[in-house]
C-alpha cells in the first residue's frame, strides 16, 4: 500500500451522488402524492410520508457528515494523517453512527406505517396485526440497542472521541456484527410482510405478480444490507489496524444503503405519478403514432394501387397499339 492512496475524492462523488438520489426519491414521492384528491378524512400526505421525510433529512445530515471526514484523512492511511486530523475524524465517525443508525431505521417504519394504511387493521388477520407490532418492535430495539452500544463500545467512553486513547476500542467485537445481521433480519420482516396479503387480493395472476415485484423490487435494500455485512465481517480484523483507510470499504455500502433505503420506501407511493404520466403523455402519444402508422399506411396501399392502375392502363394501349403497327407494318412488307 503506498502512502499515495487516497480514496477520498472517488468517495466524494459517490456521496454527492446518493445525496441526489435521496432527494429525488423524496421529490418525486411528494409529487405522486400530490395528484391524488383530498379531504379531511383522506389528506393526501399521511404519516409514512412525513416519517419518509424525516428519514431523507437524517440521511443527507449522514451523508454531510461523511464528507465532512474526506478533508480530515477518511480514505487515506492514518499513517499519512497531519497531526490534529485524528481526533476531528473519530469524532465525524462517532456521529456518523449514532444518526446511521436513526437514518437507516426510519424508512423501515415509514414501509411498516404504509403496510397499515394500505392494508387496514379491520380487514387483516390477528397474524398479519401481530406481525406489524413486533417488526416495529424490533426495529424500535434494534436502534436503542445499535444507539447504546456504539456509545458503550470504547472502553474508557471517551475513547472513541480521543486520539491518545485511540487502540482501545475492538472493531471486531460481537457488537458490531450483531448489529448489522439483526438490521438484514428486521429488513426480511419489513420485505416478507406484505407479500401473504398481495395474494390474497380479489385481481388477476398479472396484477398480483407485478405488485409483488414493485414491493419486492422497492424493498431491494436488503441487499445492500447485506453487502455491508459481509464487508464488515470480511474487513473487521483489519479495520483496527487503519481505519481512515479501510473503513471506507464498509462506508460504501452503509452510504448506498440509506438513500436506497429511501428509493425502497419511495417506490410503491410513486403510482399514482406513473399512472398519470402513463394517461396524460403515454397513452396520447401512443394512440397518436398509431392513428399516424395507420394513415401512413391507408395512404402508401391507396397510391401504390392508383400507380399500379395507372401505370396498367397506361401502358397495355401503347403496348397494343405498337404491337398492332408492328404487325401491319410486317404484313405490308
Same mark, same amino acid.
Given at each position: 500500500?503506498?502512502?499515495?492512496?487516497?480514496?477520498?475524492?472517488?468517495?466524494?462523488?459517490?456521496?454527492?451522488?446518493m445525496?441526489?438520489?435521496t432527494?429525488a426519491?423524496?421529490?418525486?414521492?411528494?409529487?405522486?402524492?400530490?395528484?391524488?384528491?383530498?379531504?379531511?378524512?383522506?389528506?393526501?400526505?399521511?404519516?409514512d410520508?412525513?416519517?419518509?421525510?424525516?428519514?431523507?433529512?437524517?440521511?443527507?445530515?449522514?451523508?454531510?457528515?461523511?464528507?465532512?471526514?474526506?478533508?480530515?484523512?477518511?480514505?487515506?492511511? !492514518?499513517?499519512?494523517?497531519?497531526?490534529?486530523? $485524528? #481526533? =476531528?475524524?473519530?469524532k @465525524? &465517525? +462517532?456521529? /456518523?453512527? !449514532?444518526?446511521?443508525?436513526?437514518?437507516?431505521? $426510519? #424508512? =423501515?417504519?415509514?414501509? @411498516? &406505517? +404504509?403496510? /397499515?394504511?394500505?392494508?387496514?387493521?379491520?380487514?387483516?388477520?390477528?397474524?398479519?396485526?401481530?406481525? @406489524?407490532w413486533i417488526?416495529?418492535?424490533?426495529?424500535?430495539?434494534?436502534?436503542?440497542?445499535?444507539?447504546?452500544?456504539?456509545? @458503550?463500545?470504547?472502553?474508557?467512553?471517551?475513547?472513541?472521541?480521543?486520539?491518545?486513547?485511540?487502540?482501545?476500542?475492538?472493531?471486531?467485537?460481537?457488537?458490531?456484527?450483531?448489529?448489522?445481521?439483526?438490521?438484514?433480519?428486521?429488513?426480511?420482516?419489513?420485505?416478507?410482510?406484505?407479500?401473504?396479503?398481495?395474494?390474497?387480493?380479489?385481481?388477476?395472476?398479472?396484477?398480483?405478480?407485478?405488485?409483488?415485484?414493485?414491493?419486492?423490487?422497492?424493498?431491494?435494500?436488503?441487499?445492500?444490507?447485506?453487502?455491508?455485512?459481509?464487508?464488515?465481517?470480511?474487513?473487521?480484523?483489519?479495520?483496527?489496524?487503519?481505519?481512515?483507510?479501510?473503513?471506507?470499504?464498509?462506508?460504501?455500502?452503509?452510504?448506498?444503503?440509506?438513500?436506497?433505503?429511501?428509493?425502497?420506501?419511495?417506490?410503491?407511493?410513486?403510482?399514482?405519478?406513473?399512472?398519470?404520466?402513463?394517461?396524460?403523455?403515454?397513452?396520447?402519444?401512443?394512440?397518436?403514432?398509431?392513428?399516424?402508422?395507420?394513415?401512413?399506411?391507408?395512404?402508401?396501399?391507396?397510391?401504390?394501387?392508383?400507380?399500379l392502375?395507372?401505370?396498367t392502363?397506361?401502358?397495355?394501349?401503347?403496348?397494343?397499339?405498337?404491337?398492332?403497327?408492328?404487325?401491319?407494318?410486317?404484313?405490308?412488307?
Open positions: 500500500m503506498a502512502d499515495s492512496d487516497d480514496l477520498g475524492p472517488s468517495f466524494r462523488i459517490y456521496v454527492i451522488f445525496i441526489v438520489l432527494v426519491s423524496l421529490a418525486l414521492r411528494f409529487l405522486s402524492r400530490s395528484l391524488l384528491p383530498s379531504s379531511r378524512q383522506t389528506p393526501r400526505y399521511r404519516w410520508d412525513w416519517i419518509a421525510l424525516g428519514a431523507g433529512v437524517l440521511i443527507s445530515a449522514q451523508l454531510a457528515i461523511e464528507l465532512a471526514m474526506i478533508p480530515f484523512g477518511f480514505g487515506r492511511h !492514518i499513517w499519512t494523517l497531519q497531526p490534529g486530523d $485524528l #481526533p =476531528k475524524f473519530l @465525524l &465517525l +462517532f456521529a /456518523s453512527y !449514532i444518526v446511521f443508525h436513526f437514518a437507516i431505521a $426510519l #424508512p =423501515k417504519v415509514s414501509a @411498516l &406505517l +404504509f403496510y /397499515s394504511r394500505v392494508f387496514p387493521r379491520h380487514v387483516n388477520s390477528t397474524l398479519f396485526n401481530s406481525a @406489524l417488526t416495529h418492535a424490533a426495529n424500535v430495539a434494534w436502534v436503542l440497542g445499535c444507539t447504546i452500544g456504539t456509545i @458503550l463500545a470504547c472502553e474508557p467512553l471517551a475513547e472513541g472521541r480521543n486520539e491518545s486513547l485511540y487502540g482501545v476500542c475492538e472493531p471486531d467485537t460481537p457488537y458490531w456484527t450483531g448489529s448489522a445481521v439483526s438490521s438484514v433480519i428486521v429488513d426480511f420482516a419489513v420485505l416478507v410482510i406484505p407479500l401473504p396479503k398481495i395474494w390474497t387480493l380479489q385481481t388477476s395472476m398479472g396484477r398480483k405478480t407485478g405488485l409483488t415485484v414493485i414491493f419486492v423490487l422497492g424493498y431491494s435494500v436488503i441487499v445492500v444490507s447485506l453487502g455491508r455485512t459481509i464487508t464488515g465481517i470480511i474487513s473487521k480484523d483489519a479495520l483496527g489496524s487503519d481505519p481512515t483507510y479501510l473503513t471506507i470499504r464498509v462506508f460504501y455500502w452503509a452510504s448506498a444503503e440509506v438513500p436506497i433505503s429511501i428509493l425502497s420506501i419511495c417506490l410503491p407511493a410513486m403510482l399514482p405519478l406513473a399512472r398519470h404520466i402513463n394517461r396524460k403523455y403515454l397513452e396520447p402519444l401512443t394512440t397518436r403514432i398509431a392513428s399516424y402508422t395507420s394513415r401512413f399506411r391507408q395512404d402508401w396501399t391507396g397510391d401504390t394501387t392508383y400507380r392502375e395507372s401505370i392502363t397506361d401502358y397495355e394501349p401503347t403496348d397494343s397499339a405498337v404491337t398492332h403497327d408492328s404487325r401491319d407494318e410486317l404484313i405490308n412488307r
